[in-house]
């Protein structure tokens, strides 16, 4: 079955390090977004890739990292630099024209920081 | 003032009720709008999309978008506890990638 599959589900991570979390999709899509989801506040776009090799800050780019080599692969690396870095991150996939709002999400990340 | 409006509720209700989520947005050059519901610990999945003013119906769900007003809903009928869940409204632009979410409304459907 096609989808994106995302891991690990759950992280724990102390102060000061830097984790990343995986994010692999075989929906052939060209677009890949990374989210994070805290309570109340819906949504909030971090970084986006149109095209392997290429990606683009989002709302909230602060403390994180992104590459993405492969078209499959969108890896985000959460940094000792961002503040406040437990929430729920959710990476999702789309075709590029018409269509390219319709977001295919996976199963979502809880990073934990202790 | 947000871009995306939504109340996140929680929002709960009897069985077989009939349901209403709504969002306001301030940009008026969105023009695709959709309604993603979210299981707990699950990531989102569409539920419907519209593109521009108009009503949509999918089974014992509807959406509305009355661009005049700058304003969403989704109804829904028959309520069933297996639609208890958070529904997120996201809204978009032609040509440009990126959405924007409102904060999602939690919804609980009592048997």
């Known amino acids: 079955d096609g989808g994106i599959t995302q891991s690990p589900k759950y992280l724990f991570r102390k102060e000061g390090q830097n984790v990343t979390l995986s994010c692999e999709q075989n929906?052939?899509?060209?677009?890949m977004y990374w989210y994070r989801q805290d309570p109340g506040q819906g949504l909030r776009l971090i970084y986006y890739s149109q095209i392997v090799n290429d990606f683009q800050k989002g709302d909230i780019a602060e403390g994180y990292s992104v590459s993405r080599e492969k078209k499959e692969s969108f890896p985000l690396t959460v940094t000792s630099a961002q503040k406040n870095p437990t929430a729920f991150y959710l990476c999702?996939?789309?075709?590029?024209?018409?269509?390219?709002?319709?977001?295919?999400f996976g199963a979502g990340s809880r990073l934990t920081v202790l | 003032q947000k871009e995306v409006e939504q109340d996140p509720g929680p929002l709960s209700v009897p069985e077989g009720a009939i349901v209403s989520l709504n969002c306001t947005y301030s940009?008026?050059?969105?023009?695709?709008f959709m309604w993603y519901r979210q299981y707990s610990r699950k990531g989102p999945e569409l539920l419907m999309y519209t593109y521009s003013s108009g009503n949509k119906e999918d089974g014992r769900f509807t959406a509305q978008v009355d661009k005049s007003s700058k304003y969403i809903s989704l109804f829904i009928r028959d309520s069933q506890p297996s639609d208890s869940a958070t529904y997120l409204c996201a809204m978009g632009i032609q040509g440009a990638q990126k959405l924007v979410f409102g904060q999602g409304t939690r919804l609980t459907i009592n048997p």
């Open positions: 940009n008026s050059a969105f023009q695709y």
């Open positions: 999702a996939s789309s075709i590029m024209g018409p269509g390219a709002n319709v977001l295919t």
């Open positions: 929906l052939n899509h060209d677009a």
